[in-house]
């Protein structure tokens, strides 16, 4: 079935350093959101991106959608430490919403 | 956007016990909602979309006798966890989109504790 892998799964950086999760699906997309879950908390939407090639940004945050909407990735520029919880991806394909692993941040003071 | 409210937050009971949960959209009449599982640190696992006025669509390997889910309004759907078990002891969380294809809102999760 459909499979939707997120890397890597942990990440500890430095505030100010910067900070990027790749998403990966097994096969071609309809769309990708993304959404952040702060400890304790539940996922929060931050975007979804719909074009091959897509580049959004949000702040300090650039979303990318691959050419062949099969792949994503956040880029988190000059982290803070309210940047730390679980960034997931999730992928749609057929009407299924299929969630990555999710990469865990941590930001160092 | 959306309001989802769920609850209860927080449940710990005795094996044996039947829990229900439940998920509210403040926001919008919602025909379908999403209830989901997460395990520490892992991710989000769909267990059924509730439809609202039909039957539930379960996910491969979740058992519908025992996780009841009941939509009985456009506003409101039930997941009832029947005679739980340690194993069941998880984070539930239910969602809501306006259309198929937009982003969910998720309630606040209830962390299920069987003793």
């Known amino acids: 079935g459909q499979q939707v892998m997120q890397i890597p799964q942990y990440q500890h950086v430095q505030e100010g350093e910067d900070f990027t999760t790749y998403c990966n699906s097994s096969t071609t997309l309809s769309n990708i959101q993304w959404y952040k879950q702060r400890p304790g908390g539940h996922p929060v939407f931050l975007i979804q991106?719909?074009?091959?090639?897509e580049v959004k940004k949000q702040k300090r945050l650039t979303f990318q959608f691959g050419e062949a909407k099969k792949n994503s990735s956040l880029h988190i520029t000059a982290t803070q430490t309210t940047d730390v919880g679980t960034y997931f991806c999730a992928g749609r394909n057929t009407g299924k919403l299929i969630f990555g692993q999710g990469t865990t941040l941590q930001v160092k003071p | 956007g959306a309001v989802v409210s769920q609850h209860p937050s927080r449940v710990i009971c005795k094996s044996g016990t039947s829990v229900k949960i439940e998920c509210r959209s403040l926001d919008f009449q919602a025909t379908t909602m999403f209830w989901y599982r997460q395990f520490p640190k892992q991710s989000l696992m769909l267990m059924a979309t509730?439809?609202?006025?039909?039957?539930?669509?379960?996910e491969q390997g979740v058992e519908k006798d025992k996780f009841l889910i009941n939509h009985a309004s456009l506003t409101l759907s039930t997941l009832t966890v029947t005679s739980a078990h340690p194993e069941d002891s998880s984070f539930y969380i239910c969602?809501?989109?306006?259309?198929?294809?937009?982003?969910?809102?998720f309630g606040d999760g209830t962390r299920l504790s069987i003793l």
């Open positions: 991106l719909v074009k091959s090639g």
């Open positions: 509730s439809n609202e006025g039909s039957k539930a669509t379960y």
């Open positions: 969602s809501v989109a306006s259309e198929s294809n937009q982003p969910q809102h």
